[in-house]
């Protein structure tokens, strides 16, 4: 069955986070440096992108960002400086969102995260040189 399929290529993903507030999640995107564009035909929607990273922003009735699982992945070419970076930011603003430094993994990632103010948790690393 697996040979009857069709080969496609892939060309990205684009995890679509929810959040409770989408105005809050547009300027929290945009300090982070992405460009966020509110779809036009729907005020619940949005679409955050920087290099080649996308991420959608659905504005979820009822979603609690403390029980909230949404994550994606992402790799970066220096995830201390993304980090050093995201914290800064941070600091500045009103968003109380926590950016951890990265550590070196035993799977050869040097690694870090965030969380946005809805419970998201973008995880970033780059691999460690050996």
């Known amino acids: 069955m697996v040979n009857e399929l069709r080969t496609v290529s892939f060309a990205q993903i684009a995890p679509v986070f929810p959040v409770v507030d989408l ?5 929290h995107y945009s300090a982070l440096g992405f460009e966020v564009t509110k779809y036009d035909g729907d005020e619940d929607y949005a ?4 290099g080649n990273i996308r ?5 979820a ?14 790799e970066v070419d220096d995830a201390d400086a993304l980090a050093a970076d995201w914290q800064k930011v941070s600091e500045a603003s009103e968003f109380n969102c926590p950016t951890s ?5 035993e799977y050869g990632l040097r690694e870090g995260a965030h969380v946005d103010p809805d419970g998201n948790l973008l995880r970033f690393a780059h691999k460690i040189e050996s």
């Open 61 to 74: 009735p009822g979603i609690d960002p403390e029980t909230n699982f949404s994550s994606a992945f992402v």
């Open 55 to 59: 991420v959608h922003l659905w504005q």
């Open 101 to 105: 430094l990265p550590v070196n993994t």
């Open 47 to 50: 679409y955050a992108k920087i």
């Open 23 to 27: 105005e809050r999640s547009v300027a």
